[in-house]
């Protein structure tokens, strides 16, 4: 915040010099470049803020001709100037608004930063001030996972990019392991409703307004397990039998690299998905690949060393993307395991450095990668899978510390993670969180550190004049605090509702045995639930889906509260008391399975609902 502004990021350098401007119609915003057209999104959106806000008419053109008094803004590309690339001038003094940037972007980040201005001013008048801004990170993004069961509507897409837009957000990539309609391969997406070829053109084309890049994102190595459970594949596999175990779980998961089919397959992929981005970029995945060694390639692996033989098919992927006009991007989970083979790597290919808790060592790998010339992002998380509602202090924490280490090591790029492991059961506002704080230290750590999140996500995400939903959202997100034992990547009160997906009848045997959990531990959870969501009755969102966000986060609120009341059950030996709270806890996971349905199809295609339910289904079961 500054002053009475809250603004998201925050600029680096702002400084209000005194008095205002006076919006008044009759004027002109002139766009001042070398290619006018290239700033007229920027400027109709402009425009239609003046109109909308302050009831403020003022025409378009190419020029700031004419007598200066008409002039309301000024819109000027002028390079020579020295602003940094996406970096822009904001000085607004009594006679007009004058926004001068390097590049398009700039303009489009400047009018993103005076739009939020426009909306908190009173009475038509504009506090003077100068701004003078530009980026940490050249690349910022988010990425959205659609192959753990979620694929969001296309109205839903749309909605995410111009909210990440307007936070200066110039990446989304949506991680995709089979939910791309591939013509070669209908049989993989058969029933999961997958983006299309011509969803994926105007996805592409409707970023591409909005200063963002869609990068398409294949995962190619590992993480193949939607694909090789198909008789068609199968033989490409790294384990053949699904009676194998890996840390993954049993059954095929990496495709075998000794096999030429593998490569074969992926660049026929590649084919099909890379034609219908504009993007010279190309997330190829290739992370976790925990079986790879135990199966096919154990020989291979044994004699030349595991990394080796992860490397050599990296390079194959590698020189595939490069024949196809496209810079790759990897995850640099395993190979930062084999610290020797990174020097290697080629000098084109940008490594993704990923890792979720807020102390991950984001400064030893970064500095790694560094070293060795390797160009790299950071990739944190909004800590929302696994969690329901969120893991607010760990994310923050985990955002905060790759902006700050990324920066440190000169990583060209931020790519902000939002996972659905386990059945993708968070609702998409509880990710607005994590995706305004990364926003925020991603444009500028220094200036947004210290982030007013609450102000912010009222303002910018919910909309709430009341200033409750922020508060909801921040406390929702630190419930899993109030359990005392914590988890990695995860939050306890989610981990109990997974345990009967995984051991059935035994899942009250397994809580029992987590250590520090007592019938205490699921009493404070229930207070600290009840605490979180008791400003949301105050909820004055403007948002047309305003009753939506707050039923989800009702359903959020209640699916925590049953992971409590299984927590209380597992500790109870009484079975006169143990049979009525099973009979309560059938019943209300019958009402919240049919709820989850309904909310989910509210934002999200139906493929996946089945998978994803089903979870929830089990949970039913063992007190059913």
Avoid at 164 to 189: C, D, M
Avoid at 211 to 218: D, H, R, S, W
Avoid at 396 to 410: E, F, R, T, V, Y
Avoid at 459 to 475: E, H, I, P, S, T
Wanted: with cysteine; hydrophobic share 40%.
């Amino acid at each position: 915040m500054i002053g009475t502004l809250t603004l998201l990021p925050l600029p680096r350098h702002l400084t209000l010099t005194g008095g205002s401007h006076q919006l008044a119609s009759g004027k002109r915003i002139a766009l001042e470049s070398a290619q006018p057209s290239g700033l007229l999104f920027s400027a109709q959106r402009l425009q239609s803020v003046l109109a909308n806000l302050n009831g403020v008419a003022w025409a378009l053109a190419a020029t700031a001709s004419g007598p200066s008094e008409e002039i309301g803004a000024i819109l000027r590309v002028d390079a020579a100037r020295g602003m940094p690339a996406q970096g822009y001038e904001l000085t607004i003094t009594p006679e007009r608004i004058s926004l001068t940037a390097a590049d398009e972007a700039g303009i489009f980040y400047g009018v993103c930063t005076l739009i939020q201005i426009l909306e908190q001013t009173e009475d038509a008048a504009v506090p003077c001030m100068h701004v003078r801004d530009w980026p940490d990170f050249p690349a910022r993004g988010v990425m959205l996972d659609i192959s753990r069961d979620k694929v969001p509507s296309m109205e839903t897409l749309y909605a995410l990019v111009d909210l990440l837009g307007s936070w200066k957000i110039n990446q989304l990539q949506l991680y995709t392991e089979h939910t791309f309609s591939y013509r070669q391969h209908p049989a993989v997406w058969a029933d999961a409703s997958p983006m299309t070829e011509e969803e994926i053109l105007e996805l592409d084309a409707y970023c591409r307004r909005r200063a963002i890049e869609l990068v398409p994102n294949q995962n190619s190595f590992g993480h193949m397990h939607r694909w090789l459970k198909h008789p068609q594949y199968a033989p490409l596999a790294e384990v053949a039998s699904f009676e194998q175990w890996h840390w993954w779980g049993r059954g095929p998961f990496s495709v075998c690299p000794l096999d030429p089919g593998s490569i074969a397959l992926l660049t026929s992929l590649y084919d099909e998905l890379l034609p219908n981005f504009s993007s010279g970029q190309f997330n190829v995945g290739a992370d976790e690949t925990f079986d790879l060694g135990l199966g096919r390639s154990r020989a291979e692996c044994e004699r030349r060393g595991v990394g080796r033989v992860y490397l050599d098919f990296l390079l194959k992927i590698h020189d595939a993307v490069n024949q196809r006009g496209r810079t790759m991007q990897f995850w640099g989970d395993i190979i930062i395991k084999h610290p020797e083979l990174i020097p290697e790597l080629p000098k084109d290919a940008v490594a993704l450095e990923w890792g979720y808790e807020g102390a991950h060592p984001f400064d030893e790998h970064g500095a790694k990668f560094a070293a060795a010339g390797i160009p790299f992002y950071v990739c944190p998380g909004t800590a929302t899978w696994n969690s329901v509602a969120g893991r607010t202090d760990n994310a923050m924490q985990n955002l905060l510390n790759a902006a700050q280490n990324g920066l440190k090591h000169g990583a060209v790029g931020y790519l902000n993670t939002d996972w659905g492991d386990q059945g993708h059961w968070q609702f998409l506002p509880v990710s607005y969180l994590g995706f305004a704080y990364g926003a925020g230290v991603s444009w500028c750590a220094e200036a947004n550190g210290g982030m007013d999140v609450i102000g912010a996500l009222n303002r910018f995400a919910f909309r709430d004049r009341a200033g409750a939903m922020g508060k909801v959202a921040y406390a929702m997100g630190n419930v899993y605090q109030s359990l005392g034992p914590t988890f990695h990547n995860a939050s306890g009160l989610a981990r109990i509702l997974l345990l009967p997906t995984a051991h059935g009848q035994r899942a009250f045997e397994e809580i029992r045995k987590i250590d520090g959990l007592s019938p205490a531990s699921f009493e404070r959870a229930m207070d600290a639930i009840a605490d979180a969501m008791r400003p949301i009755g105050k909820q004055k969102m403007r948002r047309a889906d305003a009753a939506l966000i707050a039923d989800e986060y009702e359903c959020a609120a209640d699916l925590l509260h049953h992971a409590c009341g299984l927590g209380l059950l597992a500790f109870e030996d009484d079975p006169k008391v143990a049979r009525p709270l099973k009979r309560k806890l059938a019943a209300d996971m019958k009402r919240l399975v049919k709820e989850y349905r309904r909310l989910w199809l509210a934002r999200n295609r139906e493929g996946g609902l089945n998978d994803s339910a089903a979870r929830l289904e089990n949970v039913r079961a063992v007190v059913g």
